[in-house]
């Protein structure tokens, strides 16, 4: 075996020792956007690389970082080949990129077979070996850095201001390329400054500091309405990117009377000031609906289990609730009336 390759084979052996099932973060990515995602990347060639785009929108200034993990597969090299790596560049890697094209293709968020064709520079580009991408001293507009996959580091990191939103229209991708023989397993996180959380289930179970949503109580106010308090036992964060209302998975509060679903809402609506953002500060949310008589309320924070959660038992609670004295507005149980 040459010494190139065998020092190759035992650099990719050493990484392999050092694959982890969780993954740690700073507290600070809490403001951003995340996408974290799980890749397999097939066996690929020097001169045909099997690639993988994570395309994501950034609509704000602010600091991109990109954080990646191995966590198993084949690792083979060949000697002339080169190492999985990914780059992060920005849209102008592609020849021409529709705004419709572009939506559909975040959507995807993790985009296995390009729908989009390389700008002709940029394809003879990236298909060189990383080593000659940074010897050079004019990197394309569009590079914005690269990583091997099996090197343990500090995150790949870009600061976009208000130029760059303006020149890219914010669009960015991270590209992972697999130029050698072998099969890789991992994921990669991408905290910026935007609007969406697209993170596996599975990974999202395996952060350290996760939240702790839970309802504290359920009472009713002088004019027989629903009061309920919703908490934040922690340890984690819940990501303010959460409470965007638009989101397919966003967190939810319901509220059943004698069995009945009588109200669902974001929790943008609870908690229009953050404060679960931090463990230790409860919000009281009052809702519309007014009891006549004896009822059986329950109440459940993130209905639809979507945030990973160290204790899933105190997202709900029931309690019997009996008016203390006629509404002033006559009402069936569980009617919702609007606010005085």
Request: include cysteine.
């Amino acid at each position: 075996m040459k010494p190139f390759l065998r020092l190759r084979v035992f650099h990719l052996a050493l990484a392999a020792l050092f694959l982890t099932a969780s993954f740690s973060y700073p507290e600070e990515l809490a403001t951003n956007a995340r996408i974290h995602k799980k890749f397999k990347l097939l066996p690929g060639k020097a001169d045909n690389r099997y690639v993988v785009y994570v395309p994501f929108e950034v609509t704000r200034p602010g600091r991109v970082r990109v954080y990646h993990q191995l966590t198993g597969g084949d690792f083979r090299i060949e000697a002339t080949g080169g190492l999985p790596n990914y780059v992060l560049a920005d849209a102008r890697i592609f020849e021409k990129v529709e705004d419709s094209v572009w939506v559909k293709m975040c959507k995807t968020v993790v985009n296995y077979v390009p729908t989009l064709k390389l700008e002709a520079a940029a394809l003879k580009e990236i298909i060189q070996e990383v080593r000659n991408l940074l010897g050079k001293e004019s990197k394309p507009n569009w590079y914005h850095g690269t990583r091997d996959l099996i090197e343990k580091g500090e995150p790949l990191i870009l600061d976009v201001d208000d130029k760059d939103l303006r020149t890219t229209k914010g669009r960015y991708v991270v590209i992972l390329r697999n130029p050698s023989p072998g099969e890789y397993h991992g994921n990669i996180l991408i905290s910026f400054p935007g609007d969406v959380w697209e993170v596996d289930a599975d990974l999202e179970a395996t952060y350290e500091r996760k939240p702790d949503l839970a309802i504290e109580r359920i009472e009713l106010d002088p004019d027989n309405r629903v009061v309920v308090t919703v908490a934040n036992y922690g340890p984690g964060w819940l990501d303010r990117v959460r409470y965007n209302p638009k989101d397919e998975g966003s967190i939810r509060l319901e509220i059943e009377v004698d069995g009945k679903k009588a109200l669902s809402v974001p929790i943008a609506e609870v908690d229009p000031k953050f404060s679960l953002v931090l463990r230790g500060t409860p919000v009281t949310y009052r809702t519309d609906i007014q009891l006549r008589g004896p009822a059986r309320v329950s109440a459940i924070i993130d209905s639809g289990e979507v945030v990973a959660e160290p204790d899933e038992r105190n997202n709900r609670k029931r309690e019997n609730l009996t008016p203390k004295q006629a509404p002033s507005t006559t009402t069936t149980p569980g009617q919702r009336v609007k606010r005085d």
